[in-house]
């Protein structure tokens, strides 16, 4: 059933981001996980461009293969860019499971996991990698009911896509863009405590607040 789905099925249109969870293996066969936004071409094939610094990077090159989770689940997003935000700074190993078709595995909690194999890689911009992968297989989990619309999650996870950037900012010394985007993220933080009070969402955004406290503290004691 799941070879038939077409990426189209689960609102993949080209031209559009979409932001997903990439799961690779690592050399010593470390599954690892870490929010990347992918696209489609005209042939339906996925498009992911990672940084070539991260260690998605260097396990999809390596193992040539990756699986695309979709998830709108914040908590994933958080726990997979952050790894220091887990036990022992890792992802928790009950998280993955291995693939059918390809050597990456793919998350147990999301809903649509996408098996991938890599065609073809090149460059693009400064620093990021253009990677070209085939479809094998689509696993869409099948949830019994829709979700009710709660401003929320959607605010936690642009707070931690602003968090990403503005550490990267940070560290190029655009103080200016920083701030712009934590403006942004204490408007969500605001938010989230007005319509999820006291949630595990108020917690990640008083987090991101405070990591950026420390990136702003170590930079300043350089
Ligand atoms: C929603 C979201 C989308 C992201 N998209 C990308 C991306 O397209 N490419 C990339 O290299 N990093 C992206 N990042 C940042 C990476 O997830 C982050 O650098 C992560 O730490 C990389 O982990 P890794 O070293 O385990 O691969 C994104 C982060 C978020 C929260």
């Known amino acids: 059933m799941s070879t038939m789905r077409s990426l189209s099925d689960f609102g993949f249109i080209k031209n559009r981001v979409f932001e997903a969870i990439v799961s690779t293996y690592g050399a010593d066969g470390m599954p690892n996980a870490a929010p990347m936004g992918v696209m489609i071409d005209d042939t339906h094939q996925l498009i992911i461009r990672p940084y070539t610094k991260s260690q998605t990077y260097r396990n999809v090159l390596l193992r040539g293969c990756a699986v695309v989770n979709l998830t709108s689940n914040p908590m994933i997003y958080y726990k ?9 700074s890792k992802i928790p190993f009950e998280w993955f ?3 059918h078709l390809v050597d990456a595995p793919k998350l147990k909690i999301v809903d649509v996991c996408i ?5 073809k890689v090149e460059d693009f911009e400064k620093d990021r990698a253009r990677v070209l992968c085939k479809v094998e297989k689509i696993d869409p989990i099948v949830r019994t009911y829709p979700r009710a619309y709660c401003r929320a999650p959607f605010a936690v996870i642009e707070s931690i896509i602003h968090a990403t950037r503005i550490k990267v900012f940070l560290s190029n010394d655009k103080k200016e863009k ?15 405590r007005r319509v999820a009070p006291d949630s595990a969402y108020t917690k990640i955004i008083a987090d991101i607040l405070l990591r950026i406290e420390a990136w702003k503290a170590r930079l300043k004691s350089e």
């Open 178 to 192: 920083a701030e712009e985007l934590i403006d942004l993220i204490k408007h969500y933080d605001a938010l989230t």
């Open 97 to 99: 499971e291995r693939s």
């Open 115 to 119: 098996e991938a194999k890599m065609i």
């Open 80 to 88: 997979t860019v952050f790894k220091d935000a887990n036990p022992d």
